[in-house]
């Protein structure tokens, strides 16, 4: 299948990321349905698309007309089966190996055997969810980032037995979205999270051991290397559970303490500190 052929994508998981790959698919023209798995999660990612599009609108960036054309697009459901004639799935489901390997397993029974299977892991290996499958050649990496509707990167991660034809139609089809692609081998952290694990983890361990406020290590970064924000704005941004597990994936893959969590970091998660999502991490959002 070419990328401009594609009509209906399923996304599995309508989460902070799952949302705003529905919204950056819906965009793009094609028809979306969404897979959460309860009522509750599927009106909250409806309202997350809703809300993020009205920003749009709000900006400038949409007009009104098109945002009804891009809520019209989606469907949101609980049955995974609603995906059976998608010509793309995108899971974006929880980070966790046992479930998107069920997940994938479903969908290499539900799904025509030509198409292609994406995973927005941001770490897990792309080798593992292809073992799932019949068709390794058609599984690979399509890692957004955060917030997908506005960041323009899309990072393809091409597994062992990923062909090539699938690498170009991830291209293709992420140029489609307006997004630029890189590829990266299947390994732990790809090339993103590669780099940023550490120097997140280094940033809490700045305040672990009191060496600079959060706010003066934020200001350092976003003044003093132009970042858009600083590091503990970010893992706020991020999810410090999410950040976690990345952390943890890392340093099972390297074994080396650059990727080990910081304590703090560990102790924030037990707390529920979990950043935006959880109305406190670095910083407080409860008001
Ligand atoms: N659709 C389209 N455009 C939108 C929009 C929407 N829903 N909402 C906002 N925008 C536009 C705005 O109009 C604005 O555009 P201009 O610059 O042309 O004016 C731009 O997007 C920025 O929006 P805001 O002014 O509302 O927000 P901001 O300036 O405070 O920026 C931010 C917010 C984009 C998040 C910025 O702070 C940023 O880029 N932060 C870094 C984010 C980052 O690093 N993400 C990667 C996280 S790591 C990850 O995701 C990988 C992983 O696996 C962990």
């Avoid at 698309?49 to 749009?56: D, I, L, N, P, R």
């Avoid at 025509?112 to 050649?137: G, Q, Y």
């Avoid at 051991?209 to 503990?232: C, K, N, S, W, Y």
Wanted: charged share 25%; aromatic share 6%; with cysteine.
């Amino acid at each position: 299948m070419k990328a401009d052929e594609v009509k209906k994508v399923a996304v599995i998981g309508c989460g902070i990321m799952g949302s705003g790959i529905v919204e950056v698919v819906a965009r793009s023209g094609a028809d979306v349905t969404f897979v959460e798995i309860s009522d509750e999660k599927v009106e909250r990612g409806r309202k997350t698309v809703e809300k993020s599009t009205q920003k749009a609108v709000e900006k400038g960036k949409l007009s009104e007309e098109d945002r009804r054309a891009i809520l019209d697009r989606i469907t949101g459901t609980t049955d995974i089966a609603d995906a059976a004639d998608a010509d793309l799935v995108i899971e974006a489901a929880t980070e966790d190996l046992p479930t998107k390997i069920e997940v994938f397993a479903k969908l290499e029974e539900l799904t025509r055997a030509e198409v292609v299977l994406a995973t927005n892991t941001s770490s897990l290996p792309i080798a593992e969810l292809a073992a799932a499958t019949e068709r390794p050649d058609r599984i690979l990496g399509m890692h957004f980032f955060n917030p997908p509707p506005i960041m323009k990167l899309l990072e393809l991660v091409q597994g062992l037995e990923t062909s090539e034809e699938t690498i170009e139609f991830a291209r293709a089809y992420g140029l489609r979205l307006g997004n630029s692609t890189v590829l990266s081998k299947d390994r732990a952290g790809f090339i993103v999270n590669f780099l940023l694990v550490p120097y997140m983890n280094s940033a809490v361990s700045l305040v672990e051991q009191g060496f600079a406020t959060r706010e003066d290590i934020d200001t350092a970064v976003t003044l003093g290397l132009g970042h858009p924000m600083g590091p503990l704005t970010l893992l706020d941004l991020v999810g410090l559970d999410t950040a976690l597990y990345i952390s943890n994936v890392l340093y099972d893959e390297f074994k080396d303490p650059l990727y080990a969590a910081p304590t703090l970091l560990k102790r924030m998660v037990a707390a529920g500190y979990l950043g935006r999502k959880s109305g406190r991490g670095f910083y407080d959002y409860s008001k």
